[in-house]
């Protein structure tokens, strides 16, 4: 069955070519921009009645899916794949049944943040533990559809370890580039477990995706980084599921993480697409959040020439160490279109925001702490209301940076000068949350006699 019904367009100069003219590092070759999927429906005008899939049956369909024993039925991304035919045939979708991640409430954050209620879609919760599984499964199926041997990607760590997995799973070859001793361990061990040929370079973030762009230039090696365009169509889902566990009530705000900036971008793509096929009838605002180490886009935002300039980066937050975002553009378009802001938080604050998500039995990596970080900072602007919903995209699990964890509670991680910026108030925070492990010798009595004290002061507290 053929399925396959998509162009490429550049968003940029606005080209329209067909999927497989797209070059190998997936610019524009009229002017270097990125390229979305367009599909015929995404370019009929809106209430455009039965030229559109009708709303109300894919809504049902959707639902329908959720309780088959089919593999891509029961994959949170292949459940919406009426909107992302990508490839020939459904069929060959390489699945690890990702997405179907949880909506969680987080009553002590919204109190601590200043508002009514807070939700977080985690989309830690995916089969290699972060939210790339979506995008990987989308474009990885793309990369065996069209034949390719080979698959490779720069990362800071997650995306490496979902392709991979998707890679594994598809019976095809892998090469990831990160940059040496700048990325979470835990991710490290992921791409090998699965197999991948590991390359660490002697260069951060950036200077892999050089060498792999050139590469790519060379030798047949599919792209697996953000650029490739059928990565965000699996990123979109995300937005379709928050909607359907808030039984299609809109919230006011999404947060974010930015790092190459493709999420965002993804995200706002999903629900710009539910409102242009009248599932929706108003979107969210969507907010990016940086940390201060590696935050091209919030200079962006704050220059009065707008003028994007590319830094050096660096955070602890490795997963958006990212100093030259490929993505920008679309996630700046994003923002400006939805409403919604970029926000840049410190270290100090990021280390806080991480040690509250995980106070409330969710948890989360560094990185994706940074929304609730930002939240914070949108409240006390009076840019996020307080009876106002906002979902936070937490969009990785606290498995894939223990040293980063242990390191907070053992009082280790913050430098002297992170640590003297704290105010007064989130000292008190940090003083409650901090818990590091106790060595005790192994008798009874000196043991009660620790636990007491400990009860006493959790009394008093
Ligand atoms: C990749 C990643 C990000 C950044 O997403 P971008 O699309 O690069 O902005 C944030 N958090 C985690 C955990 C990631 O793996
Ligand atoms: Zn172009």
Same mark, same amino acid.
């Given at each position: 069955?053929?399925?396959?019904?998509?162009?490429?367009?550049?968003?940029?100069?606005?080209?329209?070519?067909?999927g497989?003219?797209? =070059?190998?590092?997936?610019?524009?070759?009229?002017?270097?921009?990125?390229?979305?999927?367009?599909?015929?429906?995404?370019?009929?005008?809106?209430?455009?009645g039965?030229?559109?899939p009708?709303?109300?049956?894919l809504?049902?369909?959707?639902?329908? *899916?959720?309780?088959?024993?089919?593999?891509?039925?029961?994959?949170?991304?292949?459940?919406?794949r009426?909107?992302?035919?990508?490839?020939?045939?459904?069929? *060959?979708?390489v699945?690890?049944?990702?997405?179907?991640?949880?909506?969680?409430?987080?009553?002590?954050?919204?109190?601590?943040?200043?508002?009514?209620?807070?939700?977080?879609?985690?989309?830690?919760?995916?089969?290699?533990?972060?939210?790339?599984?979506?995008?990987?499964?989308?474009?990885?199926?793309?990369? !065996?559809?069209?034949?390719?041997?080979? +698959?490779?990607?720069?990362?800071?760590? $997650?995306?490496? =370890?979902?392709?991979?997995?998707? =890679?594994?799973?598809?019976?095809?070859r892998?090469i990831?580039?990160?940059?040496?001793?700048?990325?979470?361990?835990?991710? #490290?061990?992921?791409?090998?477990?699965?197999?991948? #040929?590991?390359?660490?370079? &002697?260069t951060?973030?950036?200077?892999?995706?050089?060498?792999?762009?050139?590469?790519?230039?060379?030798?047949?090696?599919?792209?697996?980084?953000?650029?490739?365009?059928? *990565?965000l169509?699996?990123q979109?889902?995300?937005a379709?599921?928050?909607?359907?566990q808030?039984?299609?009530?809109?919230?006011?705000?999404?947060?974010?993480?930015?790092? $190459?900036?493709?999420?965002?971008?993804?995200?706002?793509?999903?629900f710009?697409?539910?409102?242009?096929?009248?599932?929706?009838q108003?979107?969210p605002?969507?907010?990016?959040?940086?940390?201060?180490?590696? $935050?091209?886009?919030?200079?962006?935002?704050?220059?009065?020439?707008?003028?994007?300039?590319?830094?050096?980066?660096?955070?602890?937050?490795?997963?958006?160490?990212?100093?030259?975002?490929?993505?920008?553009?679309?996630?700046?378009?994003?923002?400006? &279109?939805?409403?919604?802001?970029?926000?840049?938080?410190?270290?100090?604050?990021?280390?806080l925001?991480?040690?509250?998500?995980?106070?409330?039995?969710?948890?989360?990596?560094? !990185?994706?702490?940074?929304?609730?970080?930002?939240?914070?900072?949108? +409240?006390? =602007?009076g840019?996020? #209301?307080?009876? /106002?919903?906002?979902v936070?995209?937490?969009?990785?699990?606290?498995?894939?940076?223990?040293?980063?964890t %242990?390191?907070?509670? *053992?009082? /280790? #991680?913050?430098?002297? /000068?992170?640590?003297?910026? %704290?105010?007064?108030?989130?000292?008190?925070?940090?003083?409650?949350?901090?818990?590091?492990?106790?060595?005790? /010798?192994?008798?009874?009595?000196?043991?009660?006699?620790?636990?007491?004290?400990?009860?006493?002061?959790?009394?008093?507290?």
């Amino acid at each position: 069955m053929k399925v396959s019904a998509h162009t490429l367009r550049c968003t940029e100069c606005g080209a329209g070519i067909a999927g497989e003219d797209a =070059a190998s590092d997936f610019r524009c070759t009229l002017c270097g921009g990125l390229y979305e999927v367009n599909y015929p429906w995404s370019l009929t005008p809106s209430g455009t009645g039965s030229k559109l899939p009708n709303a109300s049956a894919l809504r049902w369909l959707w639902q329908e *899916r959720r309780t088959s024993t089919l593999p891509i039925d029961q994959s949170g991304v292949w459940r919406f794949r009426d909107l992302l035919p990508i490839v020939s045939d459904f069929d *060959r979708a390489v699945t690890l049944r990702e997405g179907n991640t949880p909506l969680y409430e987080l009553p002590r954050c919204a109190k601590a943040a200043g508002v009514d209620w807070l939700l977080a879609k985690h989309q830690g919760m995916n089969p290699t533990g972060s939210f790339k599984d979506t995008g990987m499964t989308a474009a990885l199926s793309v990369a !065996a559809d069209r034949g390719f041997e080979w +698959v490779a990607c720069a990362s800071t760590g $997650n995306t490496s =370890a979902a392709m991979a997995a998707y =890679a594994a799973r598809a019976g095809l070859r892998s090469i990831v580039f990160i940059p040496e001793g700048k990325i979470a361990w835990g991710k #490290l061990s992921q791409s090998m477990d699965y197999g991948a #040929l590991t390359i660490q370079l &002697k260069t951060d973030f950036d200077g892999c995706v050089n060498i792999l762009t050139d590469l790519v230039k060379r030798f047949p090696i599919y792209l697996l980084n953000s650029v490739n365009p059928y *990565r965000l169509e699996g990123q979109k889902t995300p937005a379709f599921e928050i909607l359907e566990q808030m039984d299609w009530q809109v919230p006011e705000h999404i947060v974010v993480p930015g790092g $190459n900036l493709a999420n965002s971008a993804a995200l706002g793509k999903g629900f710009s697409e539910m409102l242009h096929l009248g599932l929706i009838q108003s979107v969210p605002k969507i907010s990016v959040i940086q940390a201060e180490g590696a $935050n091209p886009l919030y200079r962006w935002f704050t220059d009065t020439n707008r003028i994007m300039r590319p830094v050096t980066a660096d955070t602890r937050a490795t997963a958006i160490r990212i100093g030259n975002p490929a993505s920008w553009r679309k996630s700046a378009a994003v923002i400006e &279109k939805m409403g919604g802001w970029c926000e840049q938080v410190s270290e100090a604050e990021i280390a806080l925001a991480k040690a509250q998500i995980g106070s409330e039995g969710v948890g989360c990596e560094p !990185a994706s702490a940074v929304t609730f970080a930002g939240l914070k900072k949108l +409240v006390a =602007a009076g840019r996020v #209301l307080r009876e /106002e919903r906002t979902v936070l995209i937490l969009t990785g699990h606290t498995l894939k940076d223990s040293d980063y964890t %242990i390191n907070y509670h *053992r009082g /280790e #991680l913050l430098t002297a /000068e992170e640590s003297a910026g %704290i105010s007064a108030a989130d000292r008190v925070l940090h003083e409650e949350l901090c818990k590091p492990p106790i060595v005790l /010798e192994a008798n009874p009595d000196v043991v009660l006699r620790t636990l007491e004290s400990h009860m006493k002061t959790v009394q008093h507290a």
